[in-house]
């Protein structure tokens, strides 16, 4: 298994979060340009054997240059349990850390109980929760020192 990440583009990404049943309402082209095209980003691509398999997309939403944004990402569910976000997140960090980011955050609803594990894993801490209604939908808030 050969598994490679390299830049992308918004359009790869778009094609990728349709294969992806979590995103029940994907965000559109517009929505990904109005966030990154003002502010520095990273799209990354992953491809397994060839394959496109995910992606990870972050941004300085803050603007500030200390706290980077990982705001969208996924693998493709028949390329899971391969490592694939493990590397893509590696990959964010590293390219985070050569651009002077101190902190890598993000947020996920409860009810992805993989991505809440993962972070844990990742070394991530919760740092806010955001309560909703239904509980499922209530956001976590995670960030971590790089």
């Keep these: 298994m050969n598994i490679l990440v390299r830049p ?19 965000y559109s ?3 990904y340009n109005h966030r990154l095209l003002a502010s520095e ?7 397994c054997d060839g394959e496109i398999a995910g992606f990870k997309v972050g ?9 980077f944004y990982s705001w969208m990402g996924a693998v493709i569910p ?3 349990s391969k490592g694939i976000a493990r ?3 590696h990959k964010m960090q590293v390219w985070c ?15 992805h109980r993989n991505m809440l594990r993962f972070a844990i894993n990742e070394g991530f801490y919760v740092v806010d929760f955001e309560p909703y209604p239904d ?3 209530s956001r976590i808030y995670f960030e971590k020192k790089l």
Excluded: W
């Design 135 to 137: 509980p499922l939908l």
């Design 29 to 31: 082209k517009s929505e």
């Design 87 to 89: 590397l893509l997140l």
């Design 8 to 26: 992308g583009s918004i359009d790869e990404v778009l094609a990728i979060q349709e294969l992806v049943p979590e995103f029940d309402k994907p």
């Design 59 to 67: 941004y300085d939403r803050f603007l500030d240059g200390e706290v």
């Design 41 to 47: 980003h990273v799209i990354l691509i992953a491809e």
């Design 97 to 111: 850390k050569l651009k002077g980011y101190k902190v890598l955050k993000f947020k996920t609803m409860n009810r």
């Design 78 to 80: 028949e390329h899971r």
